[in-house]
C-alpha cells in the first residue's frame, strides 16, 4: 500500500506535519541537521528542497502569521522565511552537551509543545514543555514552561480533537500515557497508561519477531491514536480506549512519526530512519530512511498553527 516520496531519504526523519495553505509536507532530519518539505503534492511533479541548520532540529510547525517554528538542539526559534534568519525565541533549560530537543507540535491553541531526549539515555531528565507565545496570553517576554518531566526519551505527543486529553510517551518504556487536558487553563490531571507494548526479547536481532516501541504519533479525526513503532517495522492505530483496531506493516525497520495530509488528509505520511543501522537491514529495507505515503479510510486532525 505505500508509495515512496522521491529525494525525501533522511538519515533520521521525523516530525511531518502537512502545511495545508501551500499544499506541501514538511518534515526533519534530525542528524542531518536539515528541515525539508515538498513543494506541490506529492506524486503530482514535486520536487524536495532541504534546508541546511546551525544544529539538530527535533521538530517544526507552521506559523499562523507566516513561516516557522523550529526546535534546535538550544533553544526554540523563529523562522519568517524559508532559508531566512533563525531568532531564537527562547533557549533550552537543559545541558546541551548530553540533551537536545526532540518530538513536538503545536496545540489547537496555538503553543508549542516540545519534549526533550537525553542522548546517554542513563538518567530520565529529560521533559515536555510548552511555550506560550500569544499576543497578550504571557506577561513578559515569551518562556519554557516544564509541564512534565522524568523521561529519557520524550516522544508521541499528540491532543484528542475535543482538546480534552493529551497523549505522550517515553519511547523505553514500551508505553503510552493520556492525561485529562484543559486546554483553557493548560492543567494535565487524572494521568493513567492508555497502552502498553511487548520489550525487545533477549538477543533480539532485526527480523526477530518484536512489535517496536512507541515513537511519533498522530490522532485522526476520529481520535484514534496513530503511533509510529520504532524498529518495530509498523504503524498501530488504537480506539480512544485504548484498544488496538489496526496494525500497518512498514517496508522500513524503524518509522517514526506518522502525520495526515492532503487535501482531504486522507493520506497517511510516516517518516522513517536509517541512521546507524546494519547494512544487510538497508540492504533488504532500501526504503529506510523515505517518507512514505499511503492512502487511508478515514481523515487526520489538521497540523496546528503557532500563533505570535
Known amino acids: 500500500m505505500w508509495q515512496t516520496l522521491d529525494s525525501s531519504v533522511s538519515e533520521l526523519g521525523e516530525s511531518p506535519f502537512w502545511h495545508p495553505h501551500e499544499q506541501s509536507l ?7 541537521r536539515a528541515l525539508l518539505r515538498t513543494r506541490g503534492r506529492p506524486g503530482a511533479g514535486h520536487r524536495v528542497e532541504r534546508w541546511a541548520l546551525p544544529s539538530e532540529p527535533g521538530c517544526a510547525a507552521p506559523a499562523r502569521s507566516g513561516g516557522l517554528v523550529v526546535a534546535l538542539r538550544d533553544g526554540i526559534y523563529r523562522a519568517r522565511t524559508w532559508g531566512g534568519e533563525l531568532q531564537q525565541i527562547v533557549r533550552a533549560d537543559h545541558d546541551v552537551r548530553t540533551m537536545r530537543f526532540n518530538d513536538g507540535k503545536c496545540d489547537p ?13 542513563d538518567a530520565a531528565s529529560a521533559a515536555l514543555y510548552c511555550l506560550d507565545a500569544r499576543p497578550g496570553a504571557a506577561a513578559g517576554a515569551p518562556r519554557l514552561v516544564r509541564m512534565l518531566d522524568g523521561v529519557t526519551t520524550a516522544n508521541g505527543l499528540a491532543f484528542s480533537p475535543d482538546a480534552r486529553r493529551l497523549y505522550w510517551t517515553d519511547t523505553p518504556t514500551h508505553a503510552v500515557r493520556a492525561w485529562d487536558w484543559d486546554a483553557q487553563s493548560n492543567r494535565l490531571t487524572n494521568e493513567r497508561e492508555f497502552a502498553r507494548f511487548a520489550p525487545k526479547a533477549p538477543g533480539w536481532q532485526p527480523g526477530a519477531p518484536y512489535g517496536g516501541r512507541p515513537d511519533g504519533a498522530a490522532v485522526d479525526a476520529q481520535g484514534r491514536y496513530w503511533a509510529a513503532m520504532y524498529e ?26 506518522p502525520c495526515f495530509g492532503d487535501e482531504d488528509l486522507c493520506t497517511l505520511f510516516v517518516t522513517t530512519g536509517r541512521h546507524g543501522r546494519a547494512a544487510n537491514e538497508l540492504a533488504r529495507l532500501p526504503a529506510s530512511g523515505s517518507v512514505l505515503f499511503a492512502r487511508v479510510d478515514g481523515p487526520g486532525r489538521p497540523v496546528d498553527f503557532f500563533d505570535d
Open 26 to 32: 514538511y518534515w526533519v532530519d534530525i542528524p542531518g
Open 109 to 121: 491553541l496555538g503553543r508549542l509543545w516540545v519534549g526533550s531526549i537525553n542522548e546517554a539515555k
Open 232 to 257: 518495530g517495522a509498523q504503524l498501530v492505530c488504537m480506539e480512544p480506549d485504548g484498544t488496538l483496531s489496526r496494525s500497518l506493516p512498514v517496508p522500513a525497520q524503524c518509522p517514526t512519526m
